[in-house]
C-alpha cells in the first residue's frame, strides 16, 4: 500500500506499508515503485477501529416491536455495517438481564446464536467479541450470567442499574421516555424503602467471576461523583458513558477509564439530556469512543475532534478508537499502523469527511 497518508501513532506522513501474511512487515516514508502496489492516491490509511460498545445488533434481530428477525440474517447485516464503517474489531454489546425493557431477556441467546452461526461458517468480516451488560436489579442475574461467562470471546462486562434507588430522576427521565405513566413511575420509586436490595448482592458476585477470569469491567451511565466513589470502592477502574460532568472529573481524578459514545459527540449533545461528549472532550475527559448505537459515529468522531482548532491532531484522535482501545482491553496485536501488528487497516478519503472506501482484516481485503 503506497502514497497513502499513513495515520501512525504520533504523526501522519505519505508513506508505504508492506503487508506479508497478514502481518504489517514494513512502514515508511515516501512512495514505492514496486509495481504490484496498491496506489491509495493520497486518501489516508488507519488502523481499523476498535468498537468496544454496541448495541447494533438488537436493531436487526428486533427492528420493530413484535418483530424476531432471523439470528443469522441478524448477525450478517450487522457485520456489514460495522465493516462498512471501519470498524475491524468489535464487542457485540449484549444485555444481560431487562434492563427495563423485557423483550431483551429472550433476544441474549438468539442474538448469541447468529454471531456464533455465522462465526462457524466463516461469515464475519470484523473479528467479534463479546461485551456483556448486566442489570444489576436482576434478582437473578447470576443465573443468567454465568452460562456465557466462559465465552472464549467475552472480554468486557458492564454492571448497569438505572433503576429508582440508584438516581430517582434519572429513572423518572427514562420511563417517561418508555411512556410510563407517572402513577407507575412514583409507585416503584415509592415502593425502594420496602423492597431488598439486590444490586450490590449482584456486583460482588459479578466482579468475583470477572476477576476470576480477568475479565475488564466497568461503571455505567455514573451520574455523582458518589457513583464513581462507590465503582471505585468495588475494583471497577472504568467508566463506561459518565452522564454528567461532575462524574467524569470524578472518574478521571480516581485515574478511571473514561468510555463515550460516538453519537453524542457527532451531535454535540446527548439524544436524552446527558452531558454533551464534547464538552468532556475539552475537558481531556475521554479515553475511548464507542459507536454506542451508530456504528459510523466512531470514525465522525475522530474527524469533528480532528477539525476542532484547539482539538487533538488527527493522529491523537485516531488514537481514541484504535490504540487506546486495544490498550485497555489487552488487544497487543492491533490499534496501530506498526511493524508486527496484524493488518487490520482500512483506507479513508475526506470528502467533507470521512468516506470508507477499503477494510482488510488481517491483511483480507472485506470491503
Not at 482501545?325 to 492491533?334: I, K, S, V
Request: hydrophobic letters at 45%; proline letters at 4%; one cysteine or more.
Amino acid at each position: 500500500m503506497t502514497n497513502a497518508s499513513i495515520v501512525a501513532r504520533s504523526a501522519c506522513f505519505t508513506g508505504t506499508v508492506q503487508i506479508v501474511d497478514g502481518m504489517i512487515a514494513d512502514v515508511s516514508r515516501g512512495k514505492t515503485t514496486a509495481s504490484a502496489a496498491l496506489d491509495f492516491d493520497g486518501d489516508h490509511l488507519l488502523p481499523g477501529l476498535i468498537d468496544v460498545h454496541t448495541d447494533h445488533l438488537e436493531k436487526h434481530i428486533y427492528p420493530r416491536a413484535g418483530m424476531t428477525w432471523d439470528p443469522l440474517g441478524a448477525a450478517i447485516a450487522h457485520d456489514v455495517q460495522v465493516c462498512a464503517a471501519g470498524t475491524t474489531t468489535v464487542f457485540d454489546s449484549l444485555v444481560v438481564g431487562a434492563a427495563g425493557e423485557s423483550e431483551r431477556r429472550r433476544l441474549l441467546p438468539l442474538m448469541l446464536e447468529g454471531l456464533d452461526q455465522a462465526r462457524r461458517h466463516g461469515l464475519l468480516r470484523a473479528d467479534h467479541l463479546l461485551h456483556l451488560r448486566c442489570d444489576a436489579r436482576e434478582r437473578d442475574l447470576l443465573d443468567l450470567f454465568v452460562p456465557h461467562a466462559d465465552r472464549s470471546e467475552l472480554r468486557f462486562v458492564t454492571i448497569m442499574d438505572d433503576g429508582p434507588r440508584r438516581d430517582p430522576e434519572r429513572f423518572r427521565r427514562l420511563e417517561r421516555r418508555r411512556k410510563t405513566s407517572e402513577e407507575k413511575i412514583e409507585a416503584a420509586i415509592l415502593a425502594v424503602a420496602t423492597t431488598e436490595d439486590c444490586t450490590e448482592d449482584n456486583r460482588r458476585r459479578l466482579i468475583a467471576h470477572c476477576l476470576a477470569r480477568r475479565l475488564r469491567f466497568a461503571s455505567h451511565d455514573d451520574t455523582t461523583a458518589a457513583h464513581i466513589a462507590e465503582a471505585v470502592g468495588f475494583g471497577l477502574t472504568i467508566s463506561e458513558f459518565p452522564i454528567t460532568l461532575e462524574a467524569a472529573k470524578a472518574a478521571r481524578t480516581a485515574g478511571m477509564t473514561i468510555i463515550v459514545g460516538g453519537p453524542n459527540l457527532v451531535a454535540g449533545r446527548s439524544h436524552i439530556g446527558n452531558v454533551s461528549a464534547r464538552e468532556l472532550a475539552r475537558e481531556g475527559l475521554i479515553d475511548i469512543i464507542s459507536s454506542d448505537y451508530i456504528p459510523a459515529s466512531i470514525l465522525r468522531s475522530i474527524w469533528s475532534l480532528a477539525s476542532q482548532s484547539d482539538g487533538p491532531t488527527l493522529a491523537e484522535a485516531v488514537a481514541f478508537g484504535t490504540f487506546r482501545p486495544a490498550e485497555t482491553f489487552g488487544l497487543a496485536d492491533r490499534g496501530e499502523v506498526a511493524v508486527g501488528k496484524r493488518a487490520d487497516l482500512i483506507r479513508v478519503a475526506d470528502r467533507s469527511g470521512p468516506i470508507v472506501r477499503a477494510v482488510w482484516t488481517a491483511g483480507q481485503r472485506v470491503l
